[in-house]
């Protein structure tokens, strides 16, 4: 049976947790594809909150098997701790696979990812300084250490020496900073966390074929968003990886032909986190109702975030580049406080009008979101489980992001517990 991928179609924090939470019931593997610990996932599940960061969302069924693939980063002190959280609250992550060639996340990446910003004055990224960007940066420049390092000291450490020397020097004559000790990265990484890590670390590429093959379903599972891409996003702001759809292959050892369907998660309006253009960007009133009715804070950092309105420009975009075959629109009930709700069907900039996402970001910077006025429904969603529960008016938005994104809309989520949803799937 072929994979389905999920994948947010903004710039994140879409409500991607739930949904691959709720299709996680009906599936073998749930791989994370791509990103790090920046992501964080929110799962509510009978009143109860689980802020997952690394662990693919599937952990939480006794079924599934959660596996952290190749092209994730991973800090292992950081996810031993996030399984150590986990087993407290009875959830049990003895099935979780780590992919031995998933690049470690350094000591000397969170010192640089601090410094980077820093020197990049107002013109920061806006990054979580987690060693992210550069965990990546050291796996494109072929000396990043992977986690299958882990089991073989002696190659871990000529790595590390290696590594080290030229990190240190750029630590201490570029940024001023103390250098790192070899022996000290050695002792912690494989006196302490190697050992804890090892049963963990596995051949995924053969596990999620093994799985394909025998008919199971599979769901890859993206952290970050499209217009996150390091190639396809608002480039420079945006994460050292490939969330969109190409990404799922990738990151995960299958090709094109493996994948059957690709969800797309978009939330009611936009939000994004950070720095770079945001064309629909609102304020006043209706941005402090957006964030405050969708707790628009940081699961990780507790910045507010930018809102706006929904932007149907990107999820067009967001389709194509995805080939998304179907989406999923989330946080439905947030825009229950509205009179009138506004989408964004087109830009206009120079006299010019843009179905699509002009190429030139430039351009980008200077549109006019052409909108839509809808009028809003005024009550609350959240206890609604059939399409035949939503206002006629919520319909009618839901309509419009599917005529607009020329795929269909097969479910909206209206709380955000498990069971808050509802299902437009034939
Ligand atoms: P992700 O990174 O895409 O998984 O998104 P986050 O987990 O950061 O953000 C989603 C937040 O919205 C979490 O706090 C969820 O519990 C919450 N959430 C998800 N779906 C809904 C929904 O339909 N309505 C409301 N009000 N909250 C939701």
């Known amino acids: 049976m072929p994979a389905t991928v999920v994948v947010g179609t903004q710039w994140g924090d879409e409500g991607k947790g739930k949904l691959t939470d709720l299709m996680a019931k009906d599936v073998r593997l749930v791989v994370r594809y791509q ?63 780590v992919s031995g060639n998933a690049h470690l996340i350094m000591p000397y990446h969170y010192e640089l990812d601090k410094m980077t910003e820093r020197y990049l004055g107002h013109n920061k990224l806006g990054t979580t300084k987690r060693g992210i960007g550069p965990a990546y940066a050291d796996k494109a420049a072929r000396i990043g250490l992977r986690a299958q390092d882990l089991l073989d000291p002696k190659i871990f450490r000529q790595k590390l020496d290696v590594v080290l020397r030229e990190k240190n020097a750029i630590l201490s004559r570029v940024y001023n900073r103390l250098p790192l000790d070899a022996d000290d990265i050695a002792d912690l990484y494989l006196g302490d966390l190697a050992p804890k890590l090892a049963p963990m670390l596995g051949d995924s590429v ?19 968003a499209t217009f996150l891409d390091v190639d396809h996003g608002t480039y420079p702001y945006v994460t050292s990886s490939n ?45 402090d109702v957006l964030v405050e009715r969708g707790h628009e804070y940081g699961t990780n950092t507790g910045r507010r975030r930018r809102p706006g309105w929904l932007d ?24 229950s406080e509205f009179d009138t709700i506004k989408v964004c069907v087109a830009y206009e900039a120079a006299g010019a009008r843009y179905e699509h996402m002009p190429y030139h970001q430039s351009v980008l910077h200077d549109v006019t979101p052409v909108y839509e006025e809808l009028p809003g429904w005024r009550s609350d969603l959240k206890g609604a489980t059939s399409a035949a529960q939503l206002p006629g008016a919520a319909r009618a938005y839901v309509d419009l992001v599917a005529a607009q994104a020329g795929v269909p809309v097969t479910f909206a989520s209206v709380g955000p517990g498990r069971e808050q949803y509802v299902s437009f799937a034939p």
């Open 35 to 97: 990103g790090g610990h920046n992501a964080g996932h929110t799962i509510v599940v009978d009143g109860e909150t689980f802020v997952l960061q690394l662990v693919p969302s599937g952990v939480l069924y006794s079924h599934t098997t959660p596996i952290i693939g190749n092209g994730v980063v991973v800090d292992p002190a950081v996810l031993l701790e996030e399984c150590g959280m986990l087993e407290r609250r009875g959830i049990d992550t003895s099935r979780l696979v």
């Open 206 to 224: 053969a596990l999620v074929h093994e799985a394909l093959s025998a008919g199971e379903q599979v769901m890859l599972e993206g952290a970050q």
């Open 243 to 287: 969330p969109t759809a190409g990404g799922a292959c990738v990151g995960t050892g299958i090709g094109p032909r493996d994948i059957d369907r690709v969800v797309g998660i978009v939330k009611a309006y936009t939000t994004r986190v950070g720095s770079g253009p945001f064309p629909t960007e609102a304020d006043g009133e209706t941005a």
């Open 312 to 335: 149907l420009v990107m999820i067009r975009q967001a389709v194509r580049l995805n080939s998304i075959s179907e989406l999923a629109l989330t946080k439905l009930d947030v825009l």
